[in-house]
C-alpha cells in the first residue's frame, strides 16, 4: 500500500468521527474528494462510504450554519453542486439544495459587510455563479436575491477577493504527505488537500 492509499485509509477513519460539515475543513470536503476520487479510479466501497458521509452532512446542517464558502451553507451548496454536476447525486439539484438555498437566503447582502471569497458575498455570488455556469437558473435561488447580492458586490468592487476556482484559494499543507497522522483532515491545509489536487485539474477545473 503506497503512501496515498493509507493517507486514504486515514481520512476514511477519521472522518467517521469528526464534527466539521464545512466544504474547507470538514465533511463536505472530504465528501467531495472522496468521491471524485472513487469515480476516477473506480472505487465503488469508497464511493458508497462518501454516499452516506454526504447524507450525514445534509442530515445535520445547522439552522444558525454561517453562509460562506469555508465554513457554510455556500460551501455545501458548491461542493453538491459539483458532485451532481458529474453524475455522482442523483435526483433534482434544486429540490437536493432548497433548504441549503433557502436558509442561505435568510442573511440579507444589503447588511453583510464581508466581502471576502472564503466567508463573505464573493464566496456566496461563486456558488451561485456555478450553479449558474451548469444549470442555467436556479430553481431555489430567488431572482431577487441574486440581484440584491450582485448590486451589494458592485457597490463594493475594491473590497471584493475573486478567484476563478476554489482550489486557488486552498492552502495546501506545510507537512509533507508522510506526516498525516494527527493533521487537519480537510481540503484546505489537510489531509483530503493531498487527494483533490492530484484529480482537480483533470476533473473539476475547466
Not at 467531495?32 to 454516499?51: C, F, G
Not at 451548469?134 to 473590497?159: C, F, H, M, Q
Request: negative net charge.
Amino acid at each position: 500500500m503506497d503512501t496515498l492509499d493509507r493517507l486514504i485509509s486515514y481520512l476514511v477513519l477519521r472522518s467517521a468521527t469528526t464534527h466539521a460539515l464545512s466544504l474547507y475543513h470538514g465533511k463536505m470536503g472530504i465528501v467531495l474528494t472522496l468521491m471524485i476520487y472513487a469515480q476516477h479510479y473506480s472505487r465503488p466501497h469508497l464511493y458508497n462510504y462518501a454516499e452516506r458521509l454526504l447524507l450525514n452532512v445534509c442530515d445535520n446542517i445547522p439552522e444558525n450554519m454561517a453562509p460562506g464558502l469555508e465554513e457554510g451553507l455556500a460551501g455545501i451548496g458548491f461542493g453538491i453542486t459539483i458532485l451532481h454536476k458529474n453524475g455522482l447525486v442523483d435526483g433534482s439539484l434544486d429540490d437536493i439544495l432548497a433548504d441549503i438555498d433557502t436558509q442561505l437566503m435568510r442573511y440579507d447582502p444589503r447588511r453583510y459587510s464581508d466581502f471576502s471569497f472564503r466567508t463573505g458575498l464573493c464566496g456566496i455570488k461563486y456558488y451561485i455563479d456555478t450553479r449558474r455556469k451548469y444549470y442555467g437558473k436556479s430553481g431555489t435561488i430567488d431572482p431577487v436575491y441574486e440581484r440584491e447580492l450582485t448590486l451589494a458586490l458592485e457597490r463594493n468592487k475594491e473590497k471584493c477577493e475573486q478567484y476563478t476556482h476554489m482550489m486557488d484559494d486552498i492552502i495546501a499543507p506545510m507537512w509533507p504527505i508522510e506526516e498525516y497522522k494527527e493533521k487537519e483532515l480537510g481540503i484546505d491545509n489537510g489531509c483530503a488537500y493531498y487527494i483533490i489536487k492530484e484529480i482537480y485539474d483533470e476533473v473539476l477545473s475547466d
